[in-house]
């Protein structure tokens, strides 16, 4: 570092300045500042940037809140819907089994009557039998009494 040289930086060209066994690199700035105002300026129209960018990530989000929500509003239909179709259906097949279990019932008792009403034509018949077998003893009995009558006689 004793040794030291350097060379004239101009503001058009860019080059190295050699500092002993260093060399180095540097940006130019332009010479004439600019003013504080400019300055100021450029930050305003920066924060209204990015006050901007913000209103619009605010709409996006509000946007994407509105799309969520309908969205969840169309999977809640759709989930009611499917449990009234479950419930309709199983109230139709449980309306198919009672109608089923109606018209067994109805054919049970129309079964049931109708082995009554042949149990009374049963008991009819032996009834009627068991007259014509009494009238038949009957008339065997008189036609007995009237042949041992005709014997005797």
Do not use: C, W
């Amino acid at each position: 570092m004793g040794n030291e040289r350097s060379e004239l930086i101009s503001a058009e060209s860019a080059e190295y300045v050699r500092s002993g066994y260093t060399q180095m690199s540097y940006i130019l700035l332009p010479t004439t500042a600019a003013p504080a105002t400019d300055l100021s300026e450029q930050f305003a129209q920066l924060r209204a940037s990015i006050s901007q960018q913000s209103i619009k990530q605010m709409r996006t989000q509000i946007s994407i809140g509105n799309m969520q929500n309908h969205l969840l509003s169309r999977i809640n239909d759709l989930e009611k819907a499917s449990a009234n179709a479950r419930t309709q259906k199983d109230q139709d097949l449980q309306g198919a089994v009672m109608t089923k279990m109606v018209k067994v019932a109805a054919m049970v008792e129309v079964s049931l009557l109708l082995k009554i009403e042949a149990n009374l034509d049963l008991e009819m018949v032996v009834v009627v039998v068991a007259e014509v077998s009494f009238q038949g003893k009957e008339e065997a009995v008189v036609l007995n009494k009237r042949l041992e009558i005709l014997d005797l006689g």
